[in-house]
Structures are given as structure tokens and as C-alpha cells.
């Protein structure tokens, strides 16, 4: 069964890290990757949400904002997802994303199509 783990935490405490400890973070995701890639379908990094955009269509006519559509104090920073056999699976594998001890991490299941 396919899961999204969406990682939220405050993009602030991530802009300015001394090398060190970005590196050392970097670190520690790679190791969860490595660790996790039986599991692992995809998943990747978001840049700020200043540089992203919210789009409406409202009576057909469309509008863009800048940024995330609230205002909050974890952004969505990046996800996973993971092909687990059960919700538990994904739960166990989310508590070992290194965002998750600052942060949290949202447990979705995939919606299937037949």
C-alpha cells in the first residue's frame, strides 16, 4: 500500500545553518533514504515558500498568490512516499525522518483508481 509523508516544520530554523550542521542534517536524511529504500518510491526536498505561489480559479478566472494559501508555523518542507503493507509500516518509517523530532510528518494513504 502507497503512503505520502509530508514533512512540515519552520523553514526558519533551516535558512542560515552554519555548513555543519546542514551538512549534518543532509547527513541523517541520506541515511534514512539509505536505510529506507526498499520502501521509498520517491520523494524530494521543497524550496521556501517564498518562492512558491498559490493558484485559485474563481468564475473562471484565475489568480495566483504568493506563497502557501495560510499562514503557519510549520510549512511543508518535503515528503516521501513509500510503498509499506499497512498504515503501521508507514507511521514506523515516518517517526524515522529526521524532521519528525522538530517537526512533524503527515501519514497519508494513496487513494487507488480502478
Same mark, same amino acid.
Given at each position: 500500500?502507497?503512503?505520502?509523508?509530508?514533512?512540515?516544520? !519552520?523553514?526558519?530554523?533551516?535558512?542560515?545553518?552554519?555548513? $555543519? $550542521?546542514?551538512?549534518? %542534517?543532509?547527513?541523517?536524511?541520506?541515511?534514512? &533514504?539509505?536505510? /529506507?529504500?526498499?520502501?521509498?518510491?520517491?520523494?524530494?526536498?521543497?524550496?521556501?515558500? /517564498?518562492?512558491?505561489? +498559490? @493558484? *485559485? %480559479? *474563481? &468564475?473562471?478566472?484565475?489568480?495566483?498568490?504568493? &506563497?502557501?494559501?495560510?499562514? +503557519?508555523?510549520?510549512?511543508?518542507?518535503?515528503?516521501?512516499? %513509500? !510503498?509499506?503493507?499497512?498504515?503501521?509500516?508507514?507511521?514506523?518509517?515516518?517517526?524515522?525522518?529526521?524532521?519528525? *523530532?522538530?517537526?512533524? %510528518?503527515? @501519514? *497519508?494513504?494513496?487513494?487507488?483508481?480502478?
Amino acid at each position: 500500500m502507497e503512503f505520502l509523508l509530508l514533512i512540515y516544520g !519552520d523553514e526558519k530554523d533551516y535558512i542560515g545553518l552554519p555548513k $555543519e $550542521e546542514s551538512e549534518a %542534517v543532509q547527513k541523517e536524511y541520506w541515511a534514512f &533514504g539509505q536505510k /529506507n529504500a526498499a520502501a521509498i518510491k520517491g520523494g524530494n526536498a521543497l524550496v521556501s515558500v /517564498n518562492d512558491g505561489k +498559490t @493558484v *485559485r %480559479v *474563481r &468564475g473562471g478566472k484565475t489568480t495566483t498568490t504568493d &506563497g502557501p494559501f495560510a499562514e +503557519t508555523k510549520e510549512q511543508l518542507g518535503g515528503y516521501y512516499l %513509500v !510503498d509499506v503493507p499497512t498504515i503501521q509500516d508507514a507511521i514506523a518509517v515516518a517517526a524515522q525522518i529526521p524532521g519528525a *523530532r522538530d517537526g512533524s %510528518v503527515e @501519514v *497519508r494513504p494513496i487513494m487507488k483508481f480502478s
